[in-house]
């Protein structure tokens, strides 16, 4: 017969052996949620106002990191490190692609005024996009540091799902012509 305290031992081993199991499956699930959210998708809380009424402040949307360069089009939401402070994110929607006209007159400001009144023009370098927010009033963007490299393109956002009542999906505009990106060239 064992021992009051061989019994105690093997319960507290047997114990172990479960606990050690549960933080190493608990590890090992942390691991592969961290490979797809630097890799595949990631959660963003947006900030800002540069994006109403499209995606207001301190809503909750997903971004897929998969999304190649080529296949960035215009419409598309994207998430990109900003050309004046490459630490901060910005959220703003593709309005040009490389070889695209895009006019602009500076205002008294130092930005630009609405697009429809734009008299120069000017073509979007290779590697890069026109970004701009949905909410001209309240946006740093391309109109005031210009076209955007590739490069620091994130994300596209794929949509916003919190708060709920808001919750949406981004849909994609087909391309015109499979074969040629840029059917304005």
């Known amino acids: 017969m ?5 019994q105690k031992s093997f319960l507290s ?6 606990f ?16 797809i959210n630097d890799s595949l998708v990631s ?3 947006f900030q800002g106002e540069s994006m109403d009424p499209t995606i207001q402040n301190n809503e909750i949307g997903l971004c897929d990191k998969t999304t190649p360069y080529e296949d960035i089009r215009r419409g598309d ?9 490459l630490n901060v994110q910005i959220c703003k929607r593709v309005i ?3 070889g695209d006209e895009v006019t602009f007159q500076p205002d008294g400001d130092g930005g630009y005024e609405d697009l429809a009144k734009l008299k120069n023009y000017k073509y979007i370098p290779r590697g890069h996009v026109w970004l701009e927010g949905d909410n001209k009033a309240s946006s740093l963007d391309s109109r005031n540091f ?23 999906i981004f849909a994609r505009e087909p391309p015109n012509d499979p074969w040629d990106r840029n059917p304005t060239r």
């Open 2 to 6: 064992k021992s009051f305290y061989a």
């Open 146 to 168: 210009g076209p955007v490299p590739l490069g620091l393109v994130r994300s596209r956002v794929i949509g916003k799902f919190y708060p709920f009542r808001s919750a949406t």
């Open 13 to 18: 081993m047997a114990l172990w052996t479960k």
């Open 77 to 85: 939401i994207v998430v990109a490190a900003s050309p004046k402070q």
């Open 96 to 98: 040009a692609l490389e």
């Open 43 to 45: 959660f963003v809380v």
């Open 20 to 35: 050690a199991g549960y933080v190493l499956k608990g590890a090992g699930i942390g691991i592969v949620i961290s490979a």
